[in-house]
Nanobody, 124 residues
Framework: QVQLVESGGGLVLAGGSLSLSCAASGLTFSSYTMGWFRQAPGKERDFVATISWSSGSIRYADSVKGRFTISRDNAKNTVYLQMNSLKPEDTGVYYC?????????????????WGQGTQVTVSS
């Protein structure tokens, strides 16, 4: 049974930082592309960042480039999202996802497994 468990969300002031983690189990982690998505209230789930199995390919949404950093540790079956210079518009539920591909898709439909999400709230 595949499980993706996010942690690290919380409440932060604008300009602050948060670090999210996603621990995976039940899959061959090093074979999967891992992604982060977010969903604001009343909006669709949006792509944030993704990283290939080897960390050789990384993509970011334009809205987070230069502020967020995705990374992974295959020995720990964990993917991370470091978020700096946070803005109120970064508020939402952040989801970790796994895609059985060596590509780095931004389309949520290409991801096979999802975590339950962790809330990030950025206050102005």
């Amino acid at each position: 049974q595949v499980q993706l468990v996010e942690s690290g969300g919380g409440l932060v002031l604008a300009g602050g930082s948060l670090s999210l983690s996603c621990a995976a189990s039940g899959l061959t982690f090093s074979s999967y592309t891992m992604g982060w998505f977010r969903q604001a209230p009343g909006k669709e789930r949006d792509f944030v960042a993704t990283i290939s199995w080897s960390s050789g390919s990384i993509r970011y949404a334009d809205s987070v480039k230069g502020r967020f950093t995705i990374s992974r540790d295959n020995a720990k079956n964990t993917v991370y999202l470091q978020m700096n210079s946070l803005k109120p518009e970064d508020t939402g539920v952040y989801y970790c996802a796994a895609a059985n591909t060596h590509l780095v898709p931004s389309n949520a439909r290409q991801y096979n497994y999802w975590g339950q999400g962790t809330q990030v709230t950025v206050s102005s």
